[in-house]
């Protein structure tokens, strides 16, 4: 999360990472919320449905179910309001349509997954992190989409300030996923003060009217975005369309607008594939992790640390675009690496495919509900 200048006015509050999600949010500039509660991210839409009013143009629904919820975000983006909705396993299944007509109509929204195990209804209380890849390939077609993950309370904060700020800056809805365990745990996290954040808007229309492309090829491949009703010609369907707006079968067109899209994210990976490096720099092993499993191999590896071994940790807060060059690295550099995570092997497959025999990845897996622990990491990093 880019900040300007010092720290100015902060505040600390013992938050759950569900509300931390929500303080991050309005930072952010959210200004609508569409939802439907399910466990575990409910606190989300009820600490919006108390914050949102307040606000002067705050707007807060709750919506019958899921596909609503959804279809009401992309309305209200689409009409120029910072949008999201938050959700679990289910619910996110249910919402997977919607997702992909959020991204043929490049329309800025963020939606907060809390994962729990599944699949179906799953155990509803318990953590996972099975829906990674469905995060990334859950809705039907070629398209690009940018996946976010968030480890602790102050990482929900600001990975959703970052979901907002690339979802205005390149036209895309953004996911961000939780974990059970991450979402419930509840600690001290600091509110940096408004004025020291960068905040990103999504770009207005500067030309005319009667010049205007809603989805125009240009250098940057993202077009201005006027709200709806604003006096600029906008017309939005699902059907694969030309730079007006309106569909097209056209091949030459078809193929320029999905080569634009994904253009458009392909070009920013610098900026986009956020990774936090720890005791990277000497090691010879590395554990590469995502959400509270992060947490727990950091400690595993201070542990690993204080018994003579050289290991490391690459944390991934961003999953999608998967983060090839910072992963890559440590696989050149590490004989061996291991990829915990609370699933059958979603982002070790990611991991294998661009090793190219160049590390040995072994994996660490649970799928019984329950958190992996420092201790087992530590147990199978030793093994080597």
Known sequence: M?????????????????????????????NFYAGYPITPSTEIAEEMARRLPLLEEGVFIQMEDEIASLGSVIGASLAGRKAMTATSGPGFSLMQEHIGYACITETPLVLVNV???????????????????????GTHGDHPIIVLSAGDVQECLEMTVTAFNFSEKYRTPVILLLDEVTAH???KITIPDPSDLYIYSRLLPSMPPEWYLPFEDNMRGVSAMPPLGSGYRYHVTGLTHDDHGYPTSKPREVESFINRIFRKIDQFFYDIQIVEEIYCQDATSCIIAYGSV?????????????????????KLKTLFPFPRPAVEKMLRQCASVLVPEMNMGQISREVKRVNSGQSKVNTLNRIDGQIITPAEILKKLLKG
Request: hydrophobic fraction near 35%.
């Open 2 to 30: 880019a900040t300007k200048n010092k720290k100015k006015k902060e505040k600390e509050i013992f938050a759950l990472g569900n509300e931390a999600v929500v303080e991050g949010a309005l930072l952010a500039g959210c």
């Open 185 to 187: 745990t509840r600690e």
């Open 115 to 137: 994962m729990r195990a599944g699949p179906s209804t799953g155990m509803p209380t318990s953590p996972a992190q099975g829906d990674v890849q469905q995060a990334r390939w």
């Open 294 to 314: 992060g947490r727990s191999a950091e400690l595993a590896v201070q542990m690993a640390r204080d018994q003579g071994e050289k290991a490391g940790l690459l």
